[in-house]
């Protein structure tokens, strides 16, 4: 059972729910759950079947495919206001999850039910846009990160995804090695160099950019 101010925040992150009629909100609300996930969690795993339509309200989520041999590829992040477009797929599909989906942040979600999520794309034409514009924007996400992966560089996208991030940045090199894909001395070596280049410093679980205007140029070579 949601409580009043779980729904007021719900509202706030998910505003497209204001266009159903109060009746209709409140009884599908009725079916909803909250779940508290700690940090580290594994939220879905790939071939498990989809337990519903997850409406985040703090926290995020790393969607991962991993390999057999333990190396991972990050397709994308669930942060609250969003949902994940794989569960959507699942769900409009009858199919299981094909990635993995660890919580990267202590999450609290609230939980539709699969009957929920589908009486919704049917009836609410703002939540079916929103389901929508989700599946453009991830999947123009994707198609760059395919992009990357097939043409550039491994050096290249990591000074990317450096310079993208707030620095100091508080990472391990295997996490960064985990959003790229790679192994984690691999990417120790290409920060090195970067580090001889003046470009970063690094330090323990700490990078801070030195000269980010060498390595954006670097990375749009």
Known sequence: ML???TKTRLLQQYPMLRELPATELESLLSSASVMHVPAGTVVFDENQPCQGFPLLLSGSIRVIKATPNGRE????????GESCILTSSCLLGHTRYQARGIAEQALEIV????SAFHTLLGNCEAFRNYVFLLFSDR???LMQLVSAVAFQKLDQRLAKLLVNKTTPIHATHQALADELGSAREIVSRLLKGFAEQGWVKLGR???????VVSLKRFSEL
């Open 3 to 5: 409580t009043d101010d």
């Open 73 to 80: 590829l990050q397709l994308y992040r669930v942060v609250s």
């Open 111 to 114: 939980l539709l039910p699969a």
């Open 139 to 141: 999947i123009t996400d």
């Open 205 to 211: 679980e700490q990078i801070d950019i030195t000269d």
